[in-house]
């Protein structure tokens, strides 16, 4: 009898019905990730992002990501995240605004860790700001598993003054505000 199921399992895997490797489509890139420098002679790896939505694959073609992977594009001169659409990055429609808000409003969304919230315009559309000077924050520079309390900084002849553009600094960090 184990004979007969070790020829049967042998037929299966020979016919690739047993394969465990997940199917990719011809000109598919592998799984993304990003490399950035960060820090001195360390490299961050964003997995899951790609710089382009293109690659080189084995034996010199080119390929490209699925769409929707997440990538990082450019729009009107600033760094954007969007997502791949036929081996283009398309970044997402973002429209600065919120004005008179501050993030405590009801309708108001808050990323703790990129000092910004989402708000609702008089038109029903999205819009977003940054948090003010002073508003707490989740500052994770050294990695997930290492999450710091922060406060949201803005740094005065660096950061944009018409937008209150403000950082995530952690609080063991805020001398570092004015450098």
């Not at 997402?92 to 860790?113: F, L, P, V, Y």
């Not at 999450?147 to 952690?170: A, I, L, S, Y």
Request: net charge neutral; charged share 25%.
């Amino acid at each position: 009898m184990f004979f007969v199921f070790a020829v049967a399992a042998g037929v299966f895997l020979s016919m690739g019905l047993g394969g465990t490797t997940p199917a990719k489509k011809n000109g598919e890139c592998p799984p993304p990730k990003t490399e950035v420098p960060y820090g001195r002679n360390k490299v961050l790896t964003i997995k899951g992002h790609t710089e382009n939505c293109t690659c080189t694959l084995p034996g010199g073609q080119q390929g490209t990501f699925p769409d929707y992977t997440p990538c990082f594009g450019e729009k009107e001169g600033r760094r954007q995240v969007g997502n791949c659409s036929k081996g283009v990055c398309v970044t997402a429609d973002s429209t600065h605004g919120c004005a008179g808000k501050n993030g405590t409003e009801e309708d108001s969304t808050i990323n703790h860790e990129l000092c910004i919230f989402h708000c609702k315009n008089d038109n029903g559309g999205i819009e977003w700001a940054f948090l003010p000077d002073g508003s707490r924050c989740v500052n994770k520079d050294e990695g997930e598993d290492q999450p710091k309390n922060g406060t949201c900084k803005h740094r005065p002849h660096r950061d944009n003054v018409q937008q209150k553009e403000t950082v995530c600094f952690p609080n063991d960090k805020l001398y570092l505000v004015g450098c």
